[in-house]
């Protein structure tokens, strides 16, 4: 038995998700079917964790086992591309593994990146890949109130109703917010997180941004672990798993 990782590169525009669901084109199931097909054996694709219905990915990570020795890696990732870049869907890159790998378990962290167009017409170029804010933004605000998040906490207050984690406690590693021109990247690093942590966050950071809320504001709904006191969630399109480290 041979394993195998993958790094994925998909627009989750069309899809449910990145998980299996009983109905619905999901990227997970998508790739499993190719890989089935190329390798002709039935495979299991396991992934480094979900994306939701719309969020893209640069550098997806996943793994599967099969009988079938991969002898050239180019060859059949540029097999594999043929049937999923229809989908907007891309293999770019192949490693041999060892059988203990696993390309969720092993994983040291995962960096997201979320995209905010702040102007006032909208995108042609970034539809549906970025979230379009016509107010303009107070950048310091939002770089203050991300500071605050910076940590070990308890993120309850950005933790969805339907999330199934046993603990809300995370570490924040790093959080970035950069500016060019009118485009605004918020980037997160953290071993996991909470299902629509990242999106709720963002969502807190616009309302500091358009100084809806002051910082003491923000400050209090983060503490309060409330998810009822929460900014509605930054849309799913603006959001994109970048990289998994091991």
């Known amino acids: 038995m041979h394993k195998y990782q993958i ?11 990145w998980q299996i669901q009983k109905k619905g084109n999901s990227v997970q199931k998508f790739v499993q079917s190719v890989i089935s097909k190329i390798v002709k054996e039935k495979i299991s694709l396991v992934g480094s964790g ?6 893209h990915a640069c550098g997806q990570s996943a793994h599967f086992e099969c009988e079938k020795k991969i002898i050239n890696s180019d060859k059949f990732i540029k097999s594999l591309n043929f049937f999923l870049n229809q989908k907007q869907i ?20 995962r960096i997201y990146e979320y995209v905010i167009i702040n102007r006032l017409a909208p995108p042609s170029i970034e539809r549906n890949r ?8 107070d950048l310091e605000m939002i770089k203050k109130g991300a500071k605050k998040l910076s940590g070990t906490y308890d993120f309850s207050t950005f933790r969805a109703s339907n999330c199934y984690s046993k603990s809300p406690i995370r570490t924040l590693k790093k959080i970035k917010v950069t500016r060019l021109n009118e485009k605004i990247t918020i980037q997160f690093k953290s071993k996991s997180f909470l299902r629509n942590q990242i999106r709720s966050m963002v969502g807190c950071l616009k309302y500091l941004g358009e100084k809806k809320w002051s ?6 709904v983060f503490k309060s672990k409330n998810r009822k006191f929460c900014a509605p969630p930054a849309p799913a399109h603006g959001l994109y798993l970048l990289k998994v480290n091991y």
């Open 90 to 109: 891309s293999i770019t890159t192949l490693k041999k593994r060892n059988l203990n790998f696993n390309a969720r378990y092993s994983a040291k962290d």
């Open 215 to 220: 910082l003491k504001k923000f400050e209090s």
């Open 130 to 137: 970025a979230w379009h804010i016509r107010k303009k933004l």
């Open 7 to 17: 790094c994925i590169e998909y627009v989750g525009t069309n899809f449910i998700g």
């Open 50 to 55: 979900r994306t939701d219905a719309g969020v």
